[in-house]
């Protein structure tokens, strides 16, 4: 089985223009900030995004939005369920074997890991089964390079939504819309790890496909929040190691990034010295 060969680092650059990038449903979905004032992205909804451009590629993904979906399964629950049915009993019984099965059919799982809770087939209901899958592929949480300030926007809807008694129009709904004013700058990082590539089958090839995915995040991301437009990869840097261990700590890659506010992207090789590394323009 074909794995990673060598340990790879990263670094997202990206630029979100009067846009909501991230909205935060437990505060009125608007725009995600720390207490410092820095806009945030979680991980969560940047691994979202990225499992859309692999399922946009072709790639098979475990766990797809819902009005995404391309095998007609409703839930993660289903999709699971049917791959295990056309598994043998001592296939799907066996955690060892299973656990190759979920990291080859998906590469979501093999990329960013999953657990699975489970009734091994021919038991009670009570002999769950729950099988962990640690991903090699980490990314961390998207910060602005400078405290954010919002727009808030009141909204009208403005439409005979529905049929009244009297056949006069119903009453308009107010409302509020959030962007970020202006333009930010935002950094992620993120690291590939050998050790656990060897463990889920991740290869040279789907870090590949980790690449090009982080050059077209935003693609078919478009919505009313983030308009077409709004959010554009400024560059990847992409560092690559000549050994599975590394060369340096994936914090010294990281910390040898330099992003003005504008968003130029450059390297300190000094802190780095002999390690091979690419700044790839946004698509």
Same mark, same amino acid.
């Given at each position: 089985?074909? &794995?990673? @060969? /060598?340990?790879?680092?990263?670094?997202?650059?990206?630029?979100?223009?009067?846009?909501?990038?991230?909205?935060?449903?437990?505060?009125?979905?608007?725009?995600?900030?720390?207490?410092?004032?820095?806009?945030?992205?979680?991980?969560?909804?940047?691994?979202?995004?990225?499992?859309?451009?692999?399922?946009?590629?072709?790639?098979? !993904?475990? $766990?797809?939005?819902?009005?995404?979906?391309?095998?007609?399964?409703?839930?993660?629950?289903?999709?699971?369920? @049917?791959?295990?049915?056309?598994l043998d009993k001592d296939e799907s019984n066996n955690k060892t074997t299973m656990y190759h099965h979920v990291c080859k059919q998906w590469f979501d799982v093999r990329a960013f890991g999953q657990v699975f809770a489970y009734k091994a087939k021919g038991t009670k209901d009570?002999?769950?089964?729950?099988?962990?899958?640690?991903?090699?592929?980490?990314?961390?949480?998207?910060?602005?390079?400078?405290?954010?300030?919002?727009?808030?926007?009141? !909204?009208?809807?403005?439409?005979?939504?529905?049929? &009244?008694?009297?056949?006069?129009?119903?009453?308009?709904?107010?409302?509020?819309?959030?962007? !970020?004013?202006?333009?930010? $700058?935002?950094?992620?990082?993120?690291?590939?790890? &050998?050790?656990?590539?060897?463990?889920?089958?991740?290869?040279?090839?789907?870090?590949?496909?980790?690449?090009?995915?982080?050059?077209?995040?935003?693609?078919?991301?478009?919505?009313?929040?983030?308009?077409?437009?709004?959010?554009?990869?400024?560059?990847?840097?992409?560092?690559? /190691?000549?050994?599975?261990?590394?060369?340096?700590?994936?914090?010294?890659? /990281?910390?040898?990034?330099?992003?003005?506010?504008?968003?130029?992207?450059?390297?300190?090789?000094?802190? !780095?010295?002999?390690? /091979?590394?690419?700044?790839?323009?946004?698509?």
């Amino acid at each position: 089985m074909e &794995t990673l @060969t /060598h340990k790879i680092d990263f670094a997202l650059v990206f630029r979100v223009q009067n846009a909501n990038p991230n909205g935060d449903p437990l505060n009125g979905n608007r725009p995600r900030t720390i207490g410092s004032g820095l806009g945030e992205v979680s991980d969560v909804a940047l691994k979202r995004k990225l499992r859309n451009r692999l399922q946009d590629a072709g790639e098979r !993904i475990f $766990v797809q939005a819902e009005e995404r979906s391309d095998d007609g399964e409703r839930s993660l629950s289903d999709r699971f369920n @049917t791959f295990k049915q056309s598994l043998d009993k001592d296939e799907s019984n066996n955690k060892t074997t299973m656990y190759h099965h979920v990291c080859k059919q998906w590469f979501d799982v093999r990329a960013f890991g999953q657990v699975f809770a489970y009734k091994a087939k021919g038991t009670k209901d009570s002999d769950a089964v729950s099988l962990g899958v640690r991903g090699p592929v980490s990314i961390q949480p998207a910060f602005s390079l400078k405290p954010v300030a919002i727009d808030d926007l009141e !909204i009208t809807k403005s439409v005979n939504s529905e049929t &009244t008694e009297n056949g006069k129009k119903s009453a308009d709904t107010m409302g509020f819309k959030y962007r !970020i004013s202006g333009s930010a $700058v935002y950094a992620t990082y993120g690291s590939i790890n &050998t050790q656990l590539s060897s463990l889920t089958g991740f290869s040279d090839a789907d870090a590949q496909k980790i690449k090009e995915a982080l050059l077209t995040i935003f693609e078919n991301d478009e919505s009313s929040a983030r308009p077409a437009g709004s959010m554009e990869v400024i560059a990847v840097v992409w560092f690559e /190691h000549n050994n599975r261990s590394g060369q340096y700590s994936s914090a010294r890659v /990281h910390r040898a990034v330099h992003i003005d506010n504008e968003g130029t992207v450059t390297v300190d090789e000094s802190t !780095i010295p002999g390690l /091979h590394y690419e700044i790839i323009e946004g698509k």
